[in-house]
Nanobody, 122 residues
Framework: QVQLEESGGGLVQAGGSLRLSCAAS????????MGWFRQAPGKERDFVAE???????IYTDSVKGRFTISRDNAKNMVYLQMNSLKPEDTAVYYC????????????????WGQGTQVTVYS
């Protein structure tokens, strides 16, 4: 069993930065592939970024060059550094953990957090 808790969301002006954190419980954290998703009002939850257990990273096109996903296995943490934020980045951001990178990538992760709100104003 893995429990995930996101933090770091907030209100930020366009062009600004935020760093989201996802704290994971469980001793097998390092073996999980981890992802970030987001859901804007009235829209489906969309993939943002993923980092595999081996450290490989994958990003959706709209955030490439602006967002960076990273992990610290010693602290059971995953981060999403978000720079050059745009109003269209406004959403609830969710952390996900899965046993395979494909499951995480398609939104079928085994575990999910409750989400953290990010609001970007112009």
């Amino acid at each position: 069993q893995v429990q995930l808790e996101e933090s770091g969301g907030g209100l930020v002006q366009a062009g600004g930065s935020l760093r989201l954190s996802c704290a994971a419980s469980g001793r097998t954290f390092s073996s999980f592939d981890m992802g970030w998703f987001r859901q804007a009002p009235g829209k489906e939850r969309d993939f943002v970024a993923e980092i595999t257990s081996g450290g490989r990273t994958i990003y959706t096109d709209s955030v490439k060059g602006r967002f960076t996903i990273s992990r610290d296995n010693a602290k059971n943490m995953v981060y999403l550094q978000m720079n050059s934020l745009k109003p269209e980045d406004t959403a609830v951001y969710y952390c996900s953990a899965g046993t395979t990178w494909t499951k995480v990538r398609i939104g079928r992760g085994d575990y999910w957090g409750q989400g953290t709100q990010v609001t970007v104003y112009s």
